[in-house]
């Protein structure tokens, strides 16, 4: 029996979590191996590519670049699409949806999370943006079609962060963000990810194991 991919990271979301994420949204079991110091970091450093991390062990490979993790998982997971141009319409959305995501990236790090609610503004340019893809798409619940996608699954990310910093009132005013989340979260797989996988928001500790590792 061929063994479970294993991912490696820090214990908290950073560029991990859409790993997570898509693998749960593939229905693909994993490991993970957290880095906890400087030493566990420089004894693997070397075999990764560009001595970075994420890593994703699977298929008998040892993949980096968070996208491209992203995208092989979900090729796999038949997350990608079939046809044009669907296919580009799920890329669109999917590196939007990265863009949302920057929003909450550096929350702890270079931002203080009693300055959050500054980012409220960016947060409804984003599910504005979205609630507008959702409506355009015939308002199914998804983002492309009527099935879960990448695209979906990137959304999906910022969108919990969103409720995690701001409340469900965040969306409220975004009836297709509503019907999508409550349509996205009710999946097994995304349900189990929301409730067993997905890591806690960025506590002190997180943020100064990952200062000391990355000497920044």
Known sequence: MASKPELVYFDGRGRGEIVRLVLAAAGIEFTETNVHS???????????????????????????QTQAIVRHVARKGKLLGDKEPEMTKIDVLYEGSRDFFMVFLHIGFTIEESKVADLKPSVDKYLSCFNRALKENGSTGYHVGSHLTLADVGVLEPVLATIDYFG??????????????????????????IKEIRKPKNDAKYVATVREVLQF
């Open 38 to 64: 400087r030493e566990e970091f420089l004894a693997i450093k070397d075999e990764l590519l560009f001595g970075q991390l994420p890593s994703l062990k699977i298929d008998g490979q040892s993949f980096v």
């Open 168 to 193: 469900e009132e965040a969306i409220k005013d975004y009836p297709e963000i509503q019907k999508y989340f409550k349509t996205v979260s009710s999946l097994e797989t995304i349900s189990k990810y």
